[in-house]
């Protein structure tokens, strides 16, 4: 199961919360939230996690923690309600009709929405939130798998300002920084940039260590070279020697940033946006993808060039 590192926990009052999705990054920051006091609830579509994890985050604490069979009813009683899970059709499964956790929320709670989805489907929810008495903030976060572990992710929000405000100390819980960037939507747009940042910086870094390593130049010794100027970058600093060693195990897989990807060339084509380098590094992680990468994280871009 994924694990949380050790984190000095900022002083908030205790709240009641549902998380919703315990994958690689639910798992651990739903762990925060239960290590910083916090009374969790958890809901898991494979109930075998959810058990887990209550074993694992109960131990030595007198917080009530504990799973439900399904979002409504982990969503019972919460003033927070925080979710990680796979795309559009997952978060709309785990909101929306009977079962959904819209359906048990109280008045006045808020949804605060931690999956990489469109800008569309927040802004929807956020419009039948707000019809049932609710608020719906679109939270995605940025910092992979070892920023969940942590507690160290970057979170990007869109909605409501005093709701972004409530939710905030407690989302600290998992967060080095959460920071309300706009309305409804807003939130989704920024985690797009983000990945446009990514998928360019991570191409010029493959290129970089393939043409250092075919002039025969020591790449470690000159990456820590550049990484002290202006060529410096958390890719550089993070996945440049793991590139060099060929090693492309460190979390963020090549087809969640596919599925990322279209998000992005999807809004650019309905905004009008023109995204010549992102489409292109797009088609190298299918590459990648046939020759059998779609787990290896989004670094092993460089295998193309070998």
Request: a neutral charge; hydrophobic letters at 45%.
């Amino acid at each position: 199961m994924p694990s949380i590192n050790p984190k000095t926990y900022a002083t908030c009052a205790p709240a009641t919360v549902a998380f919703l999705g315990l994958g690689v990054m639910g798992y651990p920051m739903a762990g925060h939230l239960a290590r910083a006091g916090h009374r969790v609830t958890v809901y898991n579509r494979s109930t075998g996690k959810a058990q887990a994890w209550c074993t694992e985050f109960a131990a030595g604490t007198d917080t009530p923690h504990a799973r439900a069979d399904t979002p409504r009813l982990a969503a019972q009683g919460a003033d927070v309600v925080f979710c990680c899970v796979g795309n559009d059709d997952d978060l709309r499964s785990v909101t929306l009709g009977p079962d959904g956790a819209f359906a048990g929320m109280k008045t006045g709670a808020i949804f605060m929405d931690h999956t990489t989805a469109s800008a569309r489907v927040a802004r929807e929810l956020a419009v039948t939130a707000q019809h049932m008495g609710l608020q719906f903030i679109d939270a995605p976060v940025s910092g992979g798998q070892a920023g969940a572990q942590n507690g160290l992710l970057t979170v990007m929000c869109g909605g409501d300002g005093a709701a972004c405000d409530t939710t905030a100390p407690i989302a600290m819980a998992f967060s080095r920084a959460v920071t309300r960037v706009g309305d409804s939507g807003a939130g989704q747009l920024a985690k797009m940039v983000n990945q446009i940042c990514i998928a360019g910086l991570v191409q010029g870094l493959s290129e970089a260590i393939a043409f250092g390593q075919q002039a025969n130049l020591d790449m470690n010794l000159v990456l820590d070279v550049i990484g002290k100027g202006a060529a410096q970058s958390w890719q550089l600093d993070n996945r440049g020697k793991s590139m060099v060693a060929d090693q492309f195990e460190f979390g963020f897989a090549v087809d969640w940033m596919r599925k990322d990807l279209a998000l992005v060339l999807e809004e650019a084509q309905r905004n009008g946006a023109r995204l010549p380098v992102t489409a292109l590094v797009d088609q190298f992680y299918a590459d990648v993808q046939h020759m059998g990468g779609r787990r290896w994280d989004t670094s092993s871009l460089i295998r193309r060039l070998r």
